[in-house]
């Protein structure tokens, strides 16, 4: 059973440094890196004020499954494969790593691997080829980590659709931004829950 959790001073694995022809931006540089499945430490990530400092509830955790668990800020998340395969891709898109979520199923693994081991070790798609040799480019873009923020998301998400069906919170449509946002129960006219902005891989993004 995979098992992700994020700590302090951790750095990714080598990949191929030969830059493919995909990628048409210059080197990024930075500091937040990582490795494969780091086992301890905690690290003071906090979302806007949506997620309590204080230490969760047990029926706080989101569970679908037991195939990934993700442990971050105290909680402990269990995952099924399909559940946590569907995350990942969805987080791969929002970070504009790929432009779309109808991948197929070798680069939903490539995704999944570098998500839950900080590393692709044996590609299985172009996608995966594609991120192996760009590696020291898309890994860090503006210091932000690329497998950080994956994981990030995938438990931001989670998180996010756990306290819906607590009802802690509801789903609201956003005319302003025109699209669904987050509030407190019978928010009425307070305002929406924000969500930290996420950095951007689009203009390193895998063109298939």
Do not use: C
């Not at 990934?68 to 969805?90: K, M, P, Q």
């Amino acid at each position: 059973m995979p098992r992700l959790a994020h700590g302090r001073r951790e750095r990714p694995p080598e990949q191929d440094e030969d830059a493919g022809h995909e990628a048409g931006a210059d080197d990024q540089g930075g500091h937040q890196n990582h490795e494969a499945l780091p086992t301890g430490g905690g690290e003071d990530v906090h979302y806007h004020g949506i997620v309590p400092e204080s230490l969760p509830s047990p029926d706080a955790n989101y569970s679908s499954g037991n195939d990934y668990i993700v442990e971050f800020l105290g909680y402990r998340f269990s995952f099924g494969a399909a559940d946590f395969e569907g995350r990942v891709v969805a987080a791969a898109v929002k970070l504009g790593v790929v432009e779309t979520s109808e991948l197929d199923e070798d680069e939903t693994e490539d995704l999944v691997s570098l998500a839950a081991q900080g590393m692709i070790e044996e590609p299985a798609s172009r996608l995966g080829r594609y991120l192996v040799r760009n590696w020291e480019r898309v890994s860090l873009v503006d210091g932000e980590s690329l497998v950080y923020w994956l994981r990030k998301l995938i438990f931001r998400g989670a998180w996010l659709d756990h306290q819906v069906k607590r009802s802690a919170l509801e789903v609201v449509w956003d005319e302003g931004e025109a699209e669904f946002a987050y509030q407190h129960p019978g928010g009425g006219g307070r305002p929406l829950l924000e969500l930290a902005p996420v950095p951007s891989w689009h203009e390193l993004q895998y063109k298939p």
